[in-house]
């Protein structure tokens, strides 16, 4: 069973910039499609972001120009550089590889002033 590790969430401010990490196990990284999703307070998880194992991405609308997913690997690692945050973009940040049914524990990125 697949698990995630992901780390970098913190407090930023209004238009700041933050790297989260989502670290997985297991030897089928580099051929699984890695997908970035948060969730807010009150509100379900909704899918943020998509790195296919050709290194394709994709992104939900809200986010387009503003964030970047990429991946490395040799380490298993996903990243999501998130920039000119706002604060809509206060969450829990999870990945996943789309087939896993365990979630690992997130990562909270606040944008306050």
């Known amino acids: 069973q697949v698990q995630f590790v992901e780390s970098g969430g913190g407090l930023v401010q209004p238009g700041g910039s933050l790297r989260i990490s989502c670290r997985a196990s297991g030897s089928l990284f580099s051929f699984s499609n890695m997908y970035w999703y948060r969730q807010a307070p009150g509100k379900e998880r909704e899918w943020v972001a998509l790195?296919?194992?050709?290194?394709?991405?994709a992104y939900t609308d809200s986010v387009k120009g503003r964030f970047t997913t990429s991946r490395d690997n040799a380490n298993n690692t996903v990243y999501l550089q998130m920039n000119n945050l706002k604060p809509e973009d206060t969450a829990v940040y999870y990945c996943?590889?789309?087939?896993?049914?365990?979630w690992g524990q997130g990562t909270q990125v606040t944008v306050s002033s």
């Open positions: 790195i296919t194992s050709s290194t394709g991405t």
């Open positions: 996943n590889d789309g087939r896993s049914a365990s």
